[in-house]
């Protein structure tokens, strides 16, 4: 489309928003905090048992999700094996339990020396499962860095093909000298502990030609602490006959504990253990590092829940807006229910009764509800979905995904929106219009520590379908034992629902074209 049209239409769209009385619709009352408190005390109880995929607890989730989309009049959307429209979008997962006799040897010539999986070492990410075995020479490239043209370039002269690239943790701050000589605008891409940090790592070894990234360990873990990274680390998931989804892990990624670390610098000029100060790139003489590794592979049967809303425009009816949040969670560690509550029940929540509320309302468009299966394991029931839509895929105009919003920032009134601009810049137009006309947030838009790239909404944002995720971003008891229903603010959950029913409502029902025009 030739840019003075988008100007053109953008305009009017954001004309024909402020120039309306600066209210809330009617419909928008009936999203309330007693219902949102029930369904999230219910979804993050511990008779759900944390809504692990394939256990009793995400079916009942599930179970209570299709009861409250039929109550609101949504109608199944999935058309199953059997030919008949469904509520569910069944999907087989793959579980890769590590075999017990995992081990990485060290060897020099002076010998050798084998260490074992989750004890010293963990797989971060494995890019092949079929490989057994990776067996190469290793190369310090400090925190593999390469910026050329500010000075900064740590595999320089450094040959690392076919070799193993061994690197501090990018969860340390980078040195000052380093940090001076990258532009301010640059240095958000290396955050400490930024997965855009950690991506760009693994890019730049594979762009090097190694055949994997070493993370060592500079200081010693708790007990504890290791035994929740091992743990967090130690399943692998996909979905047969769907290749590995795209985040930009290029190879496999596996870290160290600091005594296998100080083992593997132990005959080198500088061991990031004993030495604190400044380094230069190196390779090792005479050694070799060699992961062995196979896996159990355990298949999972799960599946997404799918509602319709259908819209009331004999042509526009066939435009879709998906919806969506995901309903699964981490489960149970030994005695400890990870219930979930803000993640993402809270986003389960807001979908029955935002649905609920435009199942009342006047819609020219479709809207597709979706609670994905999958998520915590890598965003997997959302890219089954992309890969086999009830629908022509270049029909969903818009996703709107809802993520882990009920316990805001620090910032009063503060609420993210993450993504709008990234296909179709109208679609943060039209946001930051209706959140002016109806809630006036203060929307935060910033990509904290990647998270577009961590939620469903990407695998949208993967086949060029404007998305967005809206989120009051992490906090203290993420992904910890400790996300309880309690803690939810339910005032500001309500009234975030009420901004993403107000926004759903124009995009619905308003003069748009968010369709991306390279769409193939």
């Known amino acids: 489309m030739k840019k003075y049209l988008l100007v053109l239409i953008s305009g009017l769209i954001f004309t024909s928003l402020t120039g309306q009385e600066n209210r809330k619709s009617e419909t928008v009352q009936t999203i309330t905090i007693e219902e949102l408190r029930d369904h999230i005390y219910y979804l993050a109880s511990d008779e759900l048992e944390g809504r692990l995929p394939g ?143 950690l991506l760009n790592k693994l890019q730049n070894a594979f762009d090097a030609g190694a055949i994997g990234l070493i993370e060592v360990s500079t200081s010693s873990y708790t007990t504890d602490r290791w035994k929740r990274i091992a743990l967090s680390n130690r399943v692998h998931y996909n979905i047969p006959g769907l290749s590995n989804l795209d985040f930009g892990e290029k190879c496999p990624l596996v870290k160290l504990d600091s005594a296998m670390t100080d083992y593997l610098f132990n005959q080198e000029k500088y061991n990031p253990v004993r030495n604190k100060g400044s380094y230069k790139s190196f390779l090792f003489e005479n050694a070799e590092f060699r992961l062995k590794k196979e896996y159990e592979i355990l298949p999972i049967k799960t599946a997404n829940v799918v509602a319709l809303i259908e819209g009331s425009d004999p042509n526009l009816k066939n435009e879709y807006i998906a ?46 509800c979706i609670l994905f299966t999958g998520e915590e394991f890598g965003l997997l029931g959302s890219y089954y979905f992309t890969e086999n839509p009830p629908v022509t895929l270049k029909n969903i105009i818009v996703d709107v995904n809802i993520d882990m919003i009920g316990r805001p920032d620090t910032v009063p009134n503060e609420f993210s929106s993450v993504g709008a601009d990234r296909i179709n810049p109208k679609l943060k137009e039209i946001i930051n219009a209706v959140n002016k006309k109806t809630s006036d947030f203060i929307l935060d838009t910033v990509n904290h520590n990647n998270d577009f790239m961590r939620g469903d909404q990407y695998t949208f944002h993967l086949k060029r379908i404007p998305s967005v995720m809206f989120t009051s971003l992490e906090h203290d008891d993420y992904h910890t034992p400790a996300d309880d229903p309690e803690k939810i603010d339910y005032e500001f959950l309500q009234k975030s629902c009420q901004l993403i029913y107000e926004i759903i409502l124009e995009l619905a029902n308003g003069d748009i074209n968010l369709i991306d025009q390279g769409f193939n």
Request: net charge negative.
């Open 323 to 368: 919806l969506t949040a995901h309903i699964d969670h981490l489960g149970i560690d030994g005695n400890e229910i990870f219930n979930g509550a803000d993640d993402d029940a809270s986003g389960c929540a807001s979908v029955f009764e935002i649905s609920e509320a435009l199942a009342k309302s006047k819609l020219r468009r479709s809207v597709i």
């Open 55 to 197: 256990t009793p607890g995400i079916e009942k989730a599930m179970e209570y999700a299709v009861t409250q989309f039929r109550q609101a009049g949504l109608i199944p959307f999935h058309l199953s094996s059997d030919s008949r429209l469904s509520y569910y979008q069944d999907l087989t997962v793959n579980k890769y339990l590590p075999h017990p006799d995992n081990q990485i040897k060290i060897i020099r010539n002076t010998g050798e020396r084998t260490f074992t999986f989750e004890d010293n070492y963990i797989i971060g990410y494995d890019n092949n499962f079929e490989i057994r075995e990776i067996a190469g020479g290793l190369a310090f490239i400090g925190y593999g860095i390469r910026e050329p043209a500010y000075g900064i370039d740590e595999y320089k002269n450094i040959d690392v093909k076919g070799k193993w690239v061994v690197t501090l943790p990018y969860t340390e701050e980078l040195p000052e000298y380093i940090r001076k000589k990258i532009p301010q605008g640059l240095l958000q891409k290396y955050q400490k502990s930024s997965l855009a940090r």
